[in-house]
T-cell receptor, first 116, second 111 residues
Framework: DTEVTQTPKHLVMGMTNKKSLKCEQHMGHRAMYWYKQKAKKPPELMFVYSYEKLSINESVPSRFSPECPNSSLLNLHLHALQPEDSALYLC???????????????FGSGTRLTVV | GQQVMQIPQYQHVQEGEDFTTYCNSSTTLSNIQWYKQRPGGHPVFLIQLVKSGEVKKQKRLTFQFGEAKKNSSLHITATQTTDVGTYFCAGNQNSNYQLIWGAGTKLIIKP
């Protein structure tokens, strides 16, 4: 299995809602990432988990809360989002965060989030 | 701050013409990766370059890493409609394992 699976593919939520994005990989990768991508922009790093521990938190607002229940799963909990948070949220994984292994990052197909 | 500049932002070509995108870093890169993102899709890893002056080929795609490990290019020969998308470079600077992304170059095939 060489895929990263993300659910849901699309999500519309109100500013008072609580929702979660889910990500799963079965490639044995030890690093998992959440990225945010706005239209016509490159992906912007939000969080990095290495061996199930939060390694990087790029000063993301607390309305975004990551969780790594095990080495294959990554969640992003959303609460009280703003319309400007509407974007494509991408999950990615790699074998390790430290070694350029020649295989790069494997991205999921993303969740297209709209906050109304 | 740390950044990777990528040009051009857009390139319009006739099918069959060549395409090139360039990335330039303000500091030395330990490696550079290239990704392709189709319209409405997600980034897909193409290749990683590590060595100074490295050149790698994938069919019609040629990737280069500069001698000083500060710049890189992707050249596509004889573009096809399947090449449409945005091409991103992304590099690691020194021992920092965070990827620094270029802004991307969108390849558009003229009808």
């Amino acid at each position: 299995d060489t895929e990263v699976t993300q659910t849901p593919k699309h999500l519309v939520m109100g500013m008072t809602n609580k929702k979660s994005l889910k990500c799963e990989q079965h490639m044995g990768h030890r690093a998992m990432y959440w990225y945010k991508q706005k239209a016509k922009k490159p992906p912007e790093l939000m969080f990095v988990y290495s061996y199930e521990k939060l390694s990087i938190n790029e000063s993301v607002p607390s309305r975004f809360s990551p969780e790594c229940p095990n080495s294959s799963l990554l969640n992003l909990h959303l609460h009280a989002l703003q319309p400007e948070d509407s974007a494509l949220y991408l999950c990615a994984s790699s074998q390790d965060i430290t070694v350029p292994d020649g295989y790069g990052y494997t991205f999921g197909s993303g969740t297209r989030l709209t906050v109304v | 701050g740390q950044q990777v500049m990528q040009i051009p932002q857009y390139q319009h070509v006739q099918e069959g013409e060549d395409f090139t995108t360039y990335c330039n870093s303000s500091t030395t890169l330990s490696n550079i990766q290239w990704y392709k993102q189709r319209p409405g899709g997600h980034p897909v890893f193409l290749i990683q370059l590590v060595k100074s002056g490295e050149v790698k080929k994938q069919k019609r795609l040629t990737f280069q890493f500069g001698e000083a490990k500060k710049n890189s290019s992707l050249h596509i020969t004889a573009t096809q409609t399947t090449d449409v998308g945005t091409y991103f470079c992304a590099g690691n600077q020194n021992s920092n394992y965070q990827l620094i992304w270029g802004a991307g170059t969108k390849l558009i095939i003229k009808p």
